[in-house]
T-cell receptor, first 112, second 115 residues
Framework: GQNIDQPTEMTATEGAIVQINCTYQ??????LFWYQQHAGEAPTFLSY????GLEEKGRFSSFLSRSKGYSYLLLKELQMKDSASYLC?????????????FGKGTKLSVIP | ETGVTQTPRHLVMGMTNKKSLKCEQH?????MYWYKQSAKKPLELMFV???????ENNSVPSRFSPECPNSSHLFLHLHTLQPEDSALYLC??????????????FGPGTRLLVL
């Protein structure tokens, strides 16, 4: 089976930087997604990594190390609107099957 | 309408009822998905359709029956549900079902309560 771990909750201060980690164990790895989900709303796409390294997109960056089964999402210059759950999701395939497995999500609270 | 829409947004049903959830995507995508999101649990992929054909069924109980009449519409037919089926049901779509490498766009979800 697939196993994805990420912290349940984190708190950070407005204007600061926060790093949300995700570790996974899977076979047939096909990429890792980060989604943001505000309370009561649908998840929205943030990033996709399939190769090792850092992908930067504005205030958000995502890093992947396939050999370590590890990713992180880095949020800079935190704003109050960044308070949300951040979902790590691993795509994998094998024997003609397609799957996307989500972690439980990390609830980030940004405080003044 | 733009993006992915779902109706109804909220649904309360008894265990003996039959109801259907509807999803429509206006993005010209070829793949559609049903997910279940329960409190304190990760998103669970239920069904995947690619070009109107079901390509994935993750051991979902038969009381959930999906239907994809065309690439823009997806239904989830519900019958004789259990209280533990109460959850947020999310629909998503992607350009293609390319072995998980496609970004998925989610609808707002249907909040289902089974009494």
């Amino acid at each position: 089976g697939q196993n994805i771990d990420q912290p349940t909750e984190m708190t950070a201060t407005e204007g600061a930087i926060v790093q949300i980690n995700c570790t996974y164990q899977t076979s047939g790895f096909n990429g890792l997604f980060w989604y943001q989900q505000h309370a009561g709303e649908a998840p929205t796409f943030l990033s996709y990594n399939v190769l090792d390294g850092l992908e930067e997109k504005g205030r958000f960056s995502s890093f992947l190390s396939r050999s370590k089964g590890y990713s992180y999402l880095l949020l800079k210059e935190l704003q109050m609107k960044d308070s949300a759950s951040y979902l790590c999701a691993v795509a994998y395939s094998g024997a003609g099957s397609y799957q996307l497995t989500f972690g439980k999500g990390t609830k980030l609270s940004v405080i003044p | 309408e733009t993006g992915v829409t779902q109706t109804p947004r909220h649904l309360v049903m008894g265990m003996t009822n039959k109801k259907s959830l509807k999803c429509e995507q206006h993005l010209g995508h070829n793949a559609m998905y049903w997910y279940k999101q329960s409190a304190k649990k990760p998103l669970e992929l239920m069904f995947v359709y690619s070009l109107e054909e079901r390509v994935e069924n993750n051991s979902v109980p038969s009381r959930f029956s999906p239907e994809c009449p065309n690439s823009s519409h997806l239904f989830l037919h519900l019958h004789t549900l259990q209280p533990e089926d109460s959850a947020l049901y999310l629909c998503a779509s992607s350009q293609d079902d390319a072995r998980g490498q496609e970004t998925q766009y989610f609808g707002p979800g249907t909040r289902l309560l089974v009494l």
